[in-house]
């Protein structure tokens, strides 16, 4: 702040003399006080905008910091999940193939058991062109039972005997159900429409064949009669 002395001799080199310098030397202190004032003032709104910011530089900085971090957890998290995942498919997978390489496995053993137990069958293969596959099945069963076969054999033995559709029809069959005489009987019977509707159709439309006899013939559809009723759990008259 300018002294008294040095406004004094400002004064005096404007021309102001008695009271007039007196009260210019008042004024131009009074102005220096309003210009420091000011002065402070902004230096202190200067320094309050600095601390705010700073602190605000701080606290972003600190949220930046601790969302990166999140971020970095959460990517380990999920690799974490991911290799988790990983690891589970592959243990699946392993099982998987594990469980069809010990049903592949059972499947051929329990064959060549069984093939040991088998006796040779004597039977003239299956010809979808002459045979009706019920009765080549009625016939089949009746041979086992005389050859004494554990049930359990008898779908080992039958494919032996089949050729041309049904031997596709076995072949299409899941492991499991090939090694079930009664799943397989079923899906022979089915290929062939032997169900109630397949009988009923060929009681109605099947004549008499080359070579066959009335007496053959009529064998022939009453067993498609009965097979209709059987199935249908119609009761005979």
Same mark, same amino acid.
């Given at each position: 702040?300018?002294?008294?002395?040095?406004?004094?001799?400002?004064?005096?080199?404007?021309?102001?003399?008695?009271?007039?310098?007196?009260?210019?030397?008042?004024?131009?202190?009074?102005?220096?006080?309003?210009?420091?004032?000011?002065?402070?003032?902004?230096?202190?709104? +200067?320094?309050?905008?600095?601390?705010?910011? %700073?602190?605000?530089?701080? +606290?972003?900085?600190?949220?930046?910091?601790?969302?990166? +971090?999140?971020?970095?957890?959460?990517? %380990?998290?999920?690799?974490?999940?991911?290799?988790?995942?990983?690891?589970?498919?592959?243990?699946?997978?392993?099982?998987?193939?594990?469980?069809?390489?010990?049903?592949?496995?059972?499947?051929?053993?329990?064959?060549?058991?069984?093939?040991?137990?088998?006796?040779?069958?004597?039977?003239?293969?299956?010809?979808?062109?002459?045979?009706?596959?019920?009765?080549?099945?009625?016939?089949?069963?009746?041979?086992?039972?005389?050859?004494?076969?554990?049930?359990?054999?008898?779908?080992?033995?039958?494919?032996?005997?089949?050729?041309?559709?049904?031997?596709?029809?076995?072949?299409?069959?899941? %492991?499991?159900?090939?090694?079930?005489?009664?799943?397989?009987?079923?899906? %022979?019977?089915?290929?062939?429409?032997?169900?109630?509707?397949?009988?009923?159709?060929?009681?109605?439309?099947? +004549?008499?064949?080359?070579?066959?006899?009335?007496?053959?013939?009529?064998?022939?559809?009453?067993?498609?009669?009965?097979?209709?009723?059987?199935?249908?759990?119609?009761?005979?008259?």
């Amino acid at each position: 702040m300018t002294s008294v002395v040095e406004l004094t001799k400002v004064g005096k080199e404007l021309g102001y003399e008695g009271e007039e310098l007196r009260n210019f030397v008042k004024e131009e202190q009074a102005r220096e006080r309003d210009e420091r004032q000011s002065s402070l003032e902004a230096e202190k709104e +200067r320094l309050e905008a600095e601390r705010v910011r %700073l602190e605000l530089e701080a +606290r972003l900085q600190k949220e930046k910091i601790e969302y990166e +971090r999140k971020l970095e957890q959460d990517k %380990l998290e999920m690799e974490k999940d991911k290799l988790m995942l990983a690891r589970k498919l592959e243990t699946e997978k392993e099982e998987a193939e594990s469980r069809k390489l010990e049903t592949e496995h059972k499947f051929k053993t329990d064959l060549e058991k069984m093939s040991k137990k088998r006796v040779k069958v004597k039977m003239s293969p299956f010809d979808e062109k002459i045979d009706s596959m019920d009765a080549y099945l009625n016939v089949y069963e009746t041979y086992a039972v005389a050859q004494d076969w554990d049930k359990e054999i008898w779908s080992l033995n039958l494919p032996f005997l089949l050729k041309g559709t049904a031997r596709e029809v076995f072949d299409r069959l899941p %492991l499991e159900d090939r090694k079930d005489y009664d799943k397989l009987k079923a899906a %022979l019977l089915r290929q062939f429409e032997l169900t109630d509707d397949g009988y009923k159709k060929k009681f109605r439309t099947e +004549r008499p064949r080359d070579n066959e006899t009335f007496v053959m013939f009529l064998a022939r559809i009453s067993r498609y009669l009965d097979g209709w009723l059987r199935l249908s759990k119609v009761e005979k008259m």
